[in-house]
C-alpha cells in the first residue's frame, strides 16, 4: 500500500484542485475504456453531469469545476456505454438526466463513507475530521482481519470525513444491493459513536463519490470550518 498525508492546514483562501492527484485517483477507481459519470451538485446552473470514456478529459474538468460547488464527483461503478451521448466528455449545465440504479453495468466497489455528526450544509471541525480518519482506519483493519486483502481497500479522507472503497466483483443484482446493504448495516452497528457515523446508505449501485483532489466545500471556509481538498491517504500501487 502507498501512504500519503494530507498535512492540509485551515487557510483564509482554500486549496486548488490537484490535478495530478485527480488522475492518479481516476486511474484506479475507473476500468480502462469503461463510462463514468461526473456530477457536480447544486452549482448556479443547477446539476452539471458529463459522462467519459477519456480520464484526461474527465480529470481536467473536475479540477476546472474544483470549489465551485459544495462537491465534485464520480460514480464508482461503470455505467451503461449508451449513456455517453448524453454528454461525450463533456459536462452539461442543468442536466435534466443522471446515473440511475439500473444503468450500472456492474459493481466494482462498496463505498464506506465515514462522516461526523454536525449540523448540515457545513464542513467538520479539524476534531471531527480526524475522529472519521480514526473510525476508518479502525474499519480498515477489521476488514483486513475478516480476510479483506489490504490491496483491496483505497483509504481515502473525503474532506469532511473518511472513505474506504472496497473492490468488489458482483453483478448489479438485487441479491448483490441487498449483500452491500447488510454490510453497511453491520458496520455501523458496530462502529458509530457520539462523533462519527457510518453512512448506511451508500450501497445503491449508481453511487457517486468525491473525486480525491478537489474540494469540499460546504458551507463558509472558515478557521473552524475549513473547506479541504479530498485525498487518497492509502492505496494499492499502481
Known amino acids: 500500500m502507498t501512504n500519503q498525508k494530507s498535512g492540509q492546514q485551515p487557510n483564509s483562501y482554500p486549496p486548488k484542485a490537484d490535478l495530478i492527484h485527480i488522475q492518479q485517483a481516476l486511474s484506479l477507481i475507473l476500468e480502462p475504456g469503461s463510462v463514468a459519470e461526473l456530477r457536480v451538485l ?10 467519459f470514456d477519456d480520464s484526461t478529459k474527465l480529470s ?13 464527483y464520480v460514480t464508482l461503478n461503470p455505467v451503461k456505454p449508451t449513456l455517453l451521448a448524453r454528454s461525450e466528455n463533456h459536462t452539461t449545465v442543468y442536466a435534466k438526466h443522471t446515473t440511475s440504479d439500473n444503468e450500472i453495468v456492474h459493481l466494482r466497489f462498496l ?10 450544509g457545513i464542513s467538520s471541525t479539524d476534531t471531527e475530521h ?7 482506519e479502525q ?6 482481519s475478516l480476510g479483506f486483502p489490504r490491496e483491496s481497500l483505497i483509504f481515502g479522507d473525503s474532506g469532511n470525513g473518511a472513505h474506504i472503497l ?11 444491493v441487498s449483500l452491500l446493504q447488510k454490510c453497511l448495516l453491520a458496520l455501523d452497528l458496530q462502529f458509530s459513536d457520539s462523533m462519527s457515523s457510518v453512512d448506511i446508505t451508500t450501497y445503491n449501485p449508481a453511487r457517486i463519490s468525491k473525486i480525491y483532489g ?10 473552524q470550518r475549513p473547506h479541504r481538498l479530498a485525498r487518497m491517504l492509502k492505496f494499492p500501487a499502481n
Open 139 to 144: 474499519i480498515a483493519q477489521f476488514l483486513v
Open 214 to 223: 478537489t474540494l469540499a466545500a460546504k458551507g463558509d471556509n472558515t478557521q
Open 130 to 136: 480526524r475522529a472519521t480518519i480514526k473510525m476508518a
Open 111 to 120: 463505498l464506506i463513507d465515514v462522516d461526523a455528526k454536525r449540523p448540515a
Open 42 to 51: 447544486q452549482t448556479r446552473h443547477g446539476t452539471v453531469s458529463g459522462y
Open 60 to 72: 481536467v474538468e473536475a479540477a476546472n469545476l474544483s470549489g465551485k460547488a459544495v462537491g465534485v
Open 166 to 176: 472496497v473492490r468488489i466483483d458482483l453483478p448489479n443484482s438485487a441479491e448483490s
